[in-house]
T-cell receptor, first 116, second 109 residues
């Protein structure tokens, strides 16, 4: 299957700093990328959907100014957690889908963010 | 609203068969996916159904009935490594992925 690389896999940052998470599709053009947040023992919570070259569509309750999403190319999307707080600690996962919307979305490895 | 229901947790015995059900109510339908997720890892794709019927892939099979808004994932010859969460997801008319809460499957020796 297609490969989606997410980096970093783990990050610890101080409260008040910003953290950038990258999501790259390595062998296909990802027209759409999804960013999820997952709490322990909970399902995926969609944060936002981004299409290449356009602004991300955020789900209700997700702060746009806090979770900045950029999808500047067909192979790269970034999620920046700005002014991170301990409650932002979570498992963040990206997934990417190509032009064919009937195919599965491929997931990155996930990023474990800990804010101290 | 859009809704996907699946059991929260199931327990089965190694070597046995288990069926995980998923019912959905969405704005349109463009396919149903099953994913497996081990703790601390990202989900991995298992199956995709867009037409009614059974799709078999090794020890795993997935069934779909669009008229009933129903799917199940069947796991045969259970192994300890099958202990994971199983997520059902439906693509609606806008090709948005709607996720179920996941079913935690516990395999006992």
């Amino acid at each position: 299957g297609a490969v989606v690389s997410q980096h970093p896999s783990r990050v610890i940052c101080k409260s008040g700093t910003s953290v950038k998470i990258e999501c790259r599709s390595l062998d296909f053009q990802a027209t759409t990328m999804f960013w999820y947040r997952q709490f322990p023992k909970k399902s995926l919570m969609l944060m936002a959907t981004s299409n290449e070259g356009s602004k991300a569509t955020y789900e209700q309750g997700v702060e746009k100014d806090k979770f900045l999403i950029n999808h500047a190319s067909l192979t790269l999307s970034t999620l920046t957690v700005t002014s991170a707080h301990p409650e932002d600690s979570s498992f963040y996962i990206c997934s990417a889908r190509g032009l064919d919307r009937d195919t599965e979305a491929f997931f990155g490895q996930g990023t474990r963010l800990t804010v101290v | 609203g859009q809704n996907i229901d699946q059991p929260t947790e199931m327990t089965a015995t190694e070597g046995a068969i288990v069926q995980i059900n998923c019912t959905y109510q969405t704005s349109g339908f463009n396919g149903l996916f099953w994913y497996q997720q081990h703790a601390g890892e990202a989900p991995t794709f298992l199956s995709y159904n867009v037409l009614d019927g059974l799709e078999e892939k090794g020890r795993f099979s997935s069934f779909l009935s669009r008229s009933k808004g129903y799917s199940y994932l069947l796991l045969k010859e259970l192994q300890m490594k099958d202990s994971a969460s199983y997520l059902c997801a439906v693509t609606d008319s806008n090709y948005q992925l709607i996720w179920g809460a996941g079913t935690k499957l516990i395999i006992k020796p």
